[in-house]
């Protein structure tokens, strides 16, 4: 058991309304002039683009200040090799200004935008020089994996009640059609960190159950509750309390993610998981029965497992580069899979034919293998 | 990958037994001959338990005698590249040598592993004896030219022309998802979950490279290829396989079964052709058929398996004796006339098929057929025409209906050292 100190999340994530200056306000940040080499990098984000006012920082701690002017949410992502995420800010909506705080250790990465929050978003290179180098020995690698993760995690979950909280006043309102906008997106964020919802004993099956997990005599709530009633019935009559009751143990669950304290091996779990959530229950069809936004569902599972695997990424380097090798191949054979069904911002609704969910099930198959090797190398001493 | 297919796999013994033979499984001794002189095909034939050398001129499981349990699988090869494919062969190699000397597969195997990794063996063999596990592969006409025409891994010039895609025959209901595959792998063992296991675990080892298209579990050999063995029954009730190639006709074997130099590309001499019919019989309609009906079908006596007109089941087959209403004994009609190879210019098989019950259809019938496996030197010679007049005039045709279909190029034996397949990738 490798038990991780309690750190401080880096990352600060300071909704920032355009247009409003809050004179003298410290968290406001100061629009780095062109040219300017220290300071905050500032971000313009909108559909199509994604710039950079420079893309050379100092090795040690960077800010990014990213306004989304575009019309869609967008997310920002500062990877490593590998798609590692080192640090990134989710569900900035159109007009907003968020910050991303980073320590990046001298090296290549990209920025990256994702407007709509799919695909591989709009990537541009980032060069990090400097003095502060990664950490060579595995030890340190591993516990920089387990903060990055929990990084990962609490911006997931933020983002995960912000949405949450809109689903719920769309049900509440009647608004059928924003509701079902919104329920999958939501669902997004719950899906990246599933695991670690999981780990809270009940709230899951509160939030998440499908109407076959139901055991007689309790009551089904959650998102699948509600999903019923808004593609079955097209209506949210009588949803408003399982609406503020699926807020409620989100909240929960979100107060419970910030605080985890996850090991490496922990994080190497729940990367298979996550795939085993895929082929299980999203190959088949049946976590989203009524909506068909399985794919939605799908995407954010593997998305999640990749987060978990690339966190641990320079720890399992050198201890096996060909696992390394053979995930990353995996990892985008899975995405190049899932493209096929992406349409605009979102998915196809999934009723697929026999050979198509055979070709998923291939994918995923193919990947969680080498998924589960992971904790086998990360025990290695 | 590389360094892990270089290095000797020992291996874990699944029994004491074995516990110093490690290193013989390696340079092609059996572990199981350590501690006693090489099994003869006839003492196999009766020794259930021990192994059946996975090395050697000929594949295994072909004249292996036949054992009571198959599990039969199908590969599709879904990995682009031909190196993947390549060093997939010998990792199922490596492991095809372990687990037929009834050792587990890996460094470790099932249970002495990391507690963190999931156990390289899957381990439900863990304490059985190797129960005379065979292994073969065949590779299917896709994995030389898909359906596009495509040239998937550069054997395109090296598919034999005995490999022949068979043709649709009278009657053929084909589930395409049972039929076909890039490879095919037969394991035969005298245990069930020894079979079971062998292929799991190939299933595995192949994640990524290969994924399983179909897979087949067998039970009751139809047919015997010793003459060590008794002449089992199949689903109908009748003796199968009387006639079928022995191991002991080594001469007949040559001309019958097995590629000879020359034949086609050097790679497949010393194999042979395998065609795989998943034949659905429904049983329940030949159970409401009166026994002269079923007898004058097949051709033989249900009891004795005696050819009709005739008392012992291994007596020869009188085609021309006629009863006193002037008909054939053997009516022109029946399957022993049919398929005999007086009928067939001189063509045999070596049958290697199983029964199977695969649960209930839904409409209150057993799931039950056959799966018919036979090996030959050349399809086109014997399967082929073999099957087009059976499936013009058989009679037995009104209960039996041909589901799932393969044909599989299956190479000479392994060398100790060479992997499955490795002549036709050189």
């Known amino acids: 058991m490798i038990t991780i100190p309690t750190t401080r999340a880096v990352v600060v994530a300071l909704p920032v309304l355009a247009g409003l200056l809050l004179a003298g306000c410290a968290e406001e940040t100061p629009q780095a002039a062109p040219g300017d080499t220290t300071g905050p990098v500032a971000v313009k984000a909108t559909d199509s683009e994604c710039d950079l006012s420079r893309r050379d920082v100092k090795s040690g701690t960077s800010t990014f200040s990213v306004s989304n002017g575009g019309s869609k949410v967008t997310e920002f992502y500062v990877y490593a090799e590998g798609d590692r995420v080192m640090g990134e800010v989710e569900n900035i909506g159109p007009g907003l200004k968020r910050d991303l705080i980073v320590e990046l250790p001298t090296g290549k990465y990209h920025a990256v935008c994702k407007p709509g929050m799919v695909g591989d978003g709009i990537r541009g290179d980032l060069t990090v020089s400097g003095d502060a180098t990664p950490h060579a020995d595995s030890d340190a690698a591993l516990k920089d994996a387990t903060k990055s993760y929990q990084r990962y995690v609490n911006s997931q979950a933020v983002a995960l009640e912000e949405k949450t909280t809109e689903f ?24 990246r960190i599933e695991p670690v919802a999981e780990s809270f004993g009940d709230l899951d099956p509160k939030i998440d159950a499908r109407v076959n997990d139901v055991e007689p005599g309790t009551e089904w709530t959650g998102y699948h509750r509600i999903e019923q009633a808004l593609w079955e019935k097209n209506s949210t009559a009588g949803m408003a309390k399982y609406a503020d009751q699926l807020l409620v143990d989100v909240k929960t669950v979100v107060a419970k993610a910030k605080a985890v304290q996850l090991n490496p091996l922990q994080l190497a779990n729940g990367a298979k998981e996550l795939l085993d959530e895929v082929a299980t229950g999203k190959i088949t069809g049946e976590e989203d029965r009524y909506s068909h936004t399985d794919l939605w569902d799908f995407d954010a599972n593997v998305e999640g497992s990749q987060a978990a695997v690339q966190a641990l990424r320079p720890a399992l380097q050198q201890r096996d580069a060909a696992l390394v090798t053979t995930l990353d191949t995996n990892f985008k054979a899975v995405f190049t899979a899932l493209e096929k069904y992406r349409v605009g911002d979102g998915f196809k609704p999934y009723q697929p034919t026999e050979a198509e969910r055979r070709e998923l099930g291939n994918v995923v198959d193919a990947l969680a293998e080498p998924v589960s090797k992971v904790a086998g190398v990360i025990a290695q001493k | 990958m590389a360094e892990r297919e270089e290095q000797q796999r020992k291996g874990i013994s699944r029994r004491g037994l074995f516990g110093a033979a490690g290193a013989a499984v390696a340079t092609g001794v059996a572990g199981y001959a350590a501690h006693s002189v090489i099994a003869t095909p006839e003492s196999q034939a009766s020794d259930s338990s021990g192994p059946v050398e996975f090395h050697g001129p000929h594949q295994a499981g072909i004249v292996t005698p036949a054992q009571d349990r198959l599990h039969f699988a199908t590969f599709d090869v879904t990995a682009g590249k031909r190196d993947a494919l390549v060093s997939l062969l010998k990792e199922w190699t490596a492991a095809a040598a372990l687990i037929t000397a009834g050792r587990d597969i890996g460094q470790y195997g099932a249970v002495n592993g990391p507690g963190e990794a999931p156990p390289e063996d899957t381990g439900e063999a863990v304490g059985l004896p190797p129960a005379r596990l065979t292994l ?211 063509a045999e098989l070596l049958r290697r098929g199983y029964n199977f019950v695969d649960g209930s259809d839904g409409l209150g019938r057993l799931n039950a057929g056959l799966f018919f496996l036979a090996y030959q030197r050349d399809p086109r010679k014997q399967f082929i025409p073999i099957q087009q007049q059976l499936s013009r005039s058989d009679v037995m045709n009104e209960y039996i209906r041909h589901v799932g279909s393969g044909i599989f190029a299956c190479p000479g034996g392994v060398q100790a050292g060479s992997f499955w397949g490795e002549k036709l990738f050189a």
């Open chain 1, 168 to 191: 719920v006043a769309a049900v509440k309102a009647g608004d059928v059609a924003k509701a079902k906008a919104l329920y999958p997106v939501s669902r997004t964020y719950w899906e």
């Open chain 2, 136 to 346: 073969t592969i065949g590779f299917g006409p896709s994995l030389f030219v898909d359906a596009k025409g495509n040239d998937r891994f550069g054997l395109a010039d090296r598919r034999p022309a005995a490999l022949a895609d068979l043709p649709h025959f009278i009657g053929d209901t084909l589930d395409p998802a049972r039929s076909g595959g890039d490879i095919a792998i037969q394991a035969c063992s005298d245990d069930p979950q020894v079979a079971v296991h062998a292929i799991r675990n190939l299933a595995r080892i192949g994640f990524g490279t290969t994924a399983v298209r179909y897979s087949q579990l067998g039970f009751g050999r139809t047919s015997s290829t010793s003459r060590a063995q008794t002449t089992p029954r199949n689903l109908f009730g009748f003796k199968d396989g009387t006639n079928n190639l022995k191991l002991e006709d080594t001469a007949k074997l040559e001309q019958q079964l097995w590629v000879q130099p020359g034949d086609g590309p050097d790679w497949m001499t010393g194999g042979s052709y395998l065609v795989a019919r998943r034949i659905r019989m429904t049983i329940e309609t030949w159970d409401r058929t009166s026994l002269s009906e079923q007898e004058t079908i097949v051709g033989r006596g249900k009891g004795t398996g005696a050819p009709l007109g005739k008392a012992d089941e291994f007596d020869p087959i009188d085609f021309e004796a006629k009863g006193a209403d002037g008909e054939y004994k053997v009516a022109k009609d029946s399957h022993v006339r049919l398929a005999h190879p007086q009928f067939n210019n001189g």
